[in-house]
DNA sequence: GTAAGTAGTTTCCATTAAGTAAGTGCTTTC
DNA sequence: GAAAGCACTTACTTAATGGAAACTACTTAC
């Protein structure tokens, strides 16, 4: 007799290697946060997120959008209006995390509630 | 007229918040993976995450558990076994998650998938 | 008595993330 | 022509995270 008990099978592997993806690519305090503002708004401009997102100070902010940008979750649009804007919103890439925002929305609301009533 | 496109609405807002509120609780590399392989496994001892999560240091594996117990989201228990031995479990609050590890598990396995066809 | 297993802790160091503050280059408004 | 708004960037600093290696304390097996 092996033991057993201690293994996991094949697509559990599978799926926390994915959990495992999604952290990296999400990493930090600020990712999934921005994502969501997105994902409410659909478009937000710079200076929108940077109100919106309380907290954050435009270098982190720039930071992470281009990290986000460069794993294809955000597009950034710079329209030629004179002051220059520049539009953010969710690629599709960025959009099929829905999921994963209303996840981690919805639980963070109970989680909130529950701590309350204590 | 006031600017209004800027806003989001207050259902928005607490998404977000929760959002923000879940990201905090699970920060670091790790949380996460841990409690996915605490959700597909049950029960596991000390050394059996050391073992399964490649790449954790046993430092590191222990004040990611110790975080996650004083959340609540994360039981301790030592067996009275000669060589002691300790088990970890997801609280049925840790396993409240399972719709943000489950989000995430797929997301990571489709997205995985999506950049290797490139 | 030496090794190996369990469940960690300790120390020390390197890297990363994040925050503050100021500056840039542009334009419109007062 | 000064101030203010937009979208950043740069420089500097601190805080947090993470990793490697060794060590503790206990017990069983060889």
Redesign the pocket.
């Known amino acids: 007799m092996k033991k057993q008990k201690t293994e996991l099978t094949g697509v559990c592997r599978l799926q926390v290697q994915g959990v495992k993806d999604t952290q990296d690519l999400l990493?930090?305090?600020?990712k999934t946060v921005i994502i969501a503002a997105l994902y409410n708004a659909g478009k937000f401009?710079?200076?929108?997120l940077s109100r919106h997102i309380e907290?954050?100070?435009?270098?982190?902010l720039?930071?992470?959008?281009?990290d986000l940008e460069m794993n294809r979750l955000v597009k950034?649009t710079?329209l030629d209006t004179?002051?220059?804007?520049?539009?953010?919103e969710l690629t599709p890439q960025g959009k099929s995390l829905n999921k994963v925002v209303e996840a981690m929305g919805e639980w963070g609301i109970k989680y909130r509630k529950s701590i309350l009533k204590k």
Chains 1, 2 share one sequence.
């Open positions: 990493s930090g305090k600020w401009r710079f200076m929108d907290g954050i100070s435009p270098k982190v720039s930071k992470e959008l281009k950034r710079v004179m002051p220059v804007t520049v539009e953010y």
